[in-house]
Structure formats: structure tokens, C-alpha cells
């Protein structure tokens, strides 16, 4: 497993953006695919983006919102929010494993989460 932490939550109104990081001290951080899920209160875990470990192959749940780019040379993952919406509101997890998928359950290295609160 790989320890993983998450920055760059936060309150934001409809319409902003944030940009969500994900690092690992880890060497191997950059040979493993990261995905990005998140779950609202109440609610089960979702598939919001994922990347190859290359960098070469990326998946979003919204092409048009959400994008994936990592940094190799900093052991970083990025997940751009563009023109949130209140139903984006939830803690967002990033997580490290060997398979592109979009199931949780695929990916046993995750960080602690983040929070992302739109308002209206």
C-alpha cells in the first residue's frame, strides 16, 4: 500500500473552480494508476476521474468539468473542478492502484479526503 494525502479543498460558490492535489511519498506513486472518487453525505462512493501511471491514458466522469494531470517530477496528481455545481459537494478520495478502473474496490491505497462544498 501507499500512504496518500489530498489537498486543496474548499468552499466555493457555483461556478468556480478548485484544483485538487494528490501525492505520495512513495517512488512507486508514479508507476500506479490514481483515480479520483467521491462521495456525498448519504451517499455511496462515485468514479470522478482516473490517469495511467504514464500519464498517457485519462477517463473523467464529466469530460467537460473535471480533468486528471499528473507531475511526474513532483509525485503529483491534480484533479481540476471547473463550474461547480451544489451537487458536486461531497469528500473527495484519491487512490493509487495497478488497474484503470472505476470501482473503489480496485484500489486498496487511499488518502484521507478532502472536502468540497459548493454553495448557490
Known amino acids: 500500500q501507499v500512504q496518500l494525502v489530498e489537498s486543496g479543498g474548499g468552499l466555493v460558490q457555483a461556478g468556480g473552480s478548485l484544483r485538487l492535489s494528490c501525492t505520495a511519498s512513495a517512488r512507486v506513486f508514479n508507476n500506479l494508476a490514481v483515480a479520483w472518487f467521491r462521495q456525498a453525505s448519504g451517499k455511496e462512493r462515485e468514479f470522478v476521474a482516473i490517469?495511467?501511471?504514464?500519464?498517457?491514458g485519462t477517463s473523467s466522469a464529466d469530460e467537460g468539468r473535471f480533468t486528471i494531470s499528473r507531475d511526474r517530477a513532483k509525485n503529483l496528481v491534480y484533479l481540476q473542478l471547473n463550474n461547480l455545481k451544489p451537487e458536486d459537494t461531497a469528500i473527495y478520495y484519491c487512490?493509487?492502484?495497478?488497474?484503470?478502473?472505476?470501482?473503489?474496490?480496485?484500489?486498496?491505497?487511499w488518502g484521507q479526503g478532502t472536502q468540497v462544498t459548493v454553495s448557490s
Open positions: 490517469i495511467s501511471g504514464s500519464g498517457g
Open positions: 487512490a493509487a492502484g495497478a488497474a484503470m478502473s472505476r470501482e473503489p474496490s480496485s484500489f486498496n491505497s
